[in-house]
């Protein structure tokens, strides 16, 4: 009777070891859904940022030539959904300009500012999904606090000269990105440099790590600036997935710089997902 209970109970054992084996095999196997991510400045210079880049005329032939070049291998890669940098609670008044730019209407309004001209949503965004057939882009930006000032207050008043030079190292960033445009970079390596490894990594820390160490023990501006940051591009996450199904194997999120680095973060930290980088899927 003894041998017989321990034979059901090792049959059992190794029926459910060959089960979870299946299942492992089945999580191994299936494809992880890719992102081609893209960070980008923002071709109008809005000057909301903390930093500002020098002007960069996206409407110059040359520019405009790149941006063709760019939507073309874009359209190879195939996306099937597309994700920018846009009021999540407005997606009326993206769709219904897109509507606009699919029927061929949207640049004969003379009165368009600077920002509905050059912004990248509308210049490369917008022109992806035209080109790809697709019939809309998603908004996901959420507002949060970004109390930057008050955490430099908080440096200052606790004397923490060296951190605040760290921090400050920000403005250093934004002028390398000055000098490449003063010196005529192409567009293209322009974006390659913001979606580099050591770009995103100095972006991440600046936000993630540098902010945590501002003031007193019991002054909290940093870590509440850190996780308002944290929380907006979480959020924007969240809505990429919610919004993504079974059968988009491939999309597209193009975000400022530094949100597309903590994007980053979180594709990484997902089996069921992975980053592409407009590098590789650019023709040499």
Same mark, same amino acid.
């Given at each position: 009777m003894k041998n017989s209970i321990f034979i059901f109970v090792l049959s059992f054992l190794v029926l459910a070891c060959n089960q979870e084996q299946k299942k492992t095999k089945k999580i191994e196997t299936s494809k992880a859904r890719e992102v081609l991510l893209i960070g980008t400045f923002h071709y109008n210079n809005p000057g909301k940022d903390v930093t500002k880049t020098k002007s960069f005329d996206i409407l110059k032939e040359k520019y405009q030539l790149e941006l063709q070049q760019i939507s073309s291998n874009i359209k190879k890669y195939n996306p099937t959904k597309i994700f920018v940098e846009w009021p999540y609670d407005e997606q009326n008044e993206l769709d219904s300009l897109f509507k606009q730019y699919t029927n061929g209407e949207y640049f004969n309004n003379d009165s368009l500012s600077d920002f509905y001209m050059k912004n990248e949503i509308f210049q490369l965004a917008f022109k992806?999904?035209?080109?790809?057939?697709?019939?809309?882009? $998603?908004?996901?930006?959420?507002?949060?606090?970004?109390?930057?000032?008050?955490?430099?207050?908080?440096?200052?008043?606790?004397?923490?000269?060296?951190?605040?030079?760290?921090?400050?190292?920000?403005?250093?960033?934004?002028?390398? =990105?000055?000098?490449?445009?003063?010196?005529?970079?192409?567009?293209?390596?322009?974006?390659? $440099? =913001?979606?580099?490894?050591?770009?995103?990594?100095?972006?991440?820390?600046?936000?993630?790590?540098?902010m945590l160490l501002a003031g007193k023990p019991n002054d909290f501006s940093g870590p509440y600036l850190t996780s308002e940051w944290y929380k907006r591009n979480l959020y924007m996450w969240s809505l990429i997935q919610k919004n993504s199904i079974d059968s988009d194997e491939k999309i597209m999120v193009l975000l400022g710089g530094s949100h597309a680095a903590m994007i980053e973060l979180f594709i990484?930290?997902?089996?069921?997902?992975?980053?592409?980088?407009?590098?590789?899927?650019?023709?040499k």
């Amino acid at each position: 009777m003894k041998n017989s209970i321990f034979i059901f109970v090792l049959s059992f054992l190794v029926l459910a070891c060959n089960q979870e084996q299946k299942k492992t095999k089945k999580i191994e196997t299936s494809k992880a859904r890719e992102v081609l991510l893209i960070g980008t400045f923002h071709y109008n210079n809005p000057g909301k940022d903390v930093t500002k880049t020098k002007s960069f005329d996206i409407l110059k032939e040359k520019y405009q030539l790149e941006l063709q070049q760019i939507s073309s291998n874009i359209k190879k890669y195939n996306p099937t959904k597309i994700f920018v940098e846009w009021p999540y609670d407005e997606q009326n008044e993206l769709d219904s300009l897109f509507k606009q730019y699919t029927n061929g209407e949207y640049f004969n309004n003379d009165s368009l500012s600077d920002f509905y001209m050059k912004n990248e949503i509308f210049q490369l965004a917008f022109k992806v999904a035209k080109d790809n057939s697709l019939q809309k882009v $998603y908004g996901i930006d959420y507002s949060t606090e970004f109390p930057f000032e008050e955490v430099m207050s908080d440096i200052e008043n606790s004397k923490q000269s060296k951190l605040q030079a760290q921090i400050q190292e920000i403005f250093n960033w934004a002028k390398k =990105i000055d000098n490449k445009i003063e010196a005529g970079i192409s567009l293209t390596e322009l974006t390659y $440099y =913001i979606n580099s490894k050591e770009f995103r990594s100095y972006s991440n820390n600046w936000h993630n790590n540098l902010m945590l160490l501002a003031g007193k023990p019991n002054d909290f501006s940093g870590p509440y600036l850190t996780s308002e940051w944290y929380k907006r591009n979480l959020y924007m996450w969240s809505l990429i997935q919610k919004n993504s199904i079974d059968s988009d194997e491939k999309i597209m999120v193009l975000l400022g710089g530094s949100h597309a680095a903590m994007i980053e973060l979180f594709i990484k930290g997902n089996s069921g997902w992975k980053v592409k980088e407009l590098e590789q899927i650019m023709e040499k």
